[in-house]
């Protein structure tokens, strides 16, 4: 069974950092885009960001451009967000998604394997 199992959120203050990382098993992690998708309460899906297979190229939302960071380890199987200055608005549960070519939007059915999602709160 494929597996995208996130880690790393939890409860930070306005302007501080955040790391999380993906962990992909059971299907080949270099051949797939990797994007991040988050979920804030009371709001439908927001796509973050992508990477593609070879981290030559990569791709933030507006919002998040300059304080998020994304990356991939293919020897690791592990995909990651370096996320700075976060501010309350950031708070939401992270998804980690792969596809077999580069998505720009959250649409599910443009993915084909998502994580089960880690909370990012932001709150003083």
């Known amino acids: 069974e494929v597996q995208l199992v996130e880690s790393g959120g939890g409860l930070v203050q306005p302007g501080g950092s955040l790391r999380l990382s993906c962990a992909a098993s059971?299907?080949?992690?270099?051949?797939?885009?990797m994007s991040w998708v988050r979920q804030a309460p009371g709001k439908g899906p927001e796509w973050v960001s992508n990477?593609?297979?070879?981290?030559?190229?990569?791709a933030y939302a507006e919002s998040v451009k300059g304080r998020f960071t994304i990356s991939r380890d293919n020897a690791k199987n592990t995909l990651y967000l370096q996320m700075n200055s976060l501010k309350p608005e950031d708070t939401a549960v992270y998804y980690c998604?792969?596809?077999?070519?580069?998505?720009?939007?959250?649409?599910?059915?443009?993915?084909?394997?998502w994580g089960q999602g880690t909370q990012v709160t932001v709150s003083s």
């Open positions: 990477i593609n297979s070879d981290s030559t190229r990569t």
């Open positions: 059971r299907f080949t992690f270099s051949r797939y885009a």
């Open positions: 998604a792969a596809s077999r070519v580069v998505v720009f939007t959250s649409t599910p059915g443009l993915y084909d394997y």
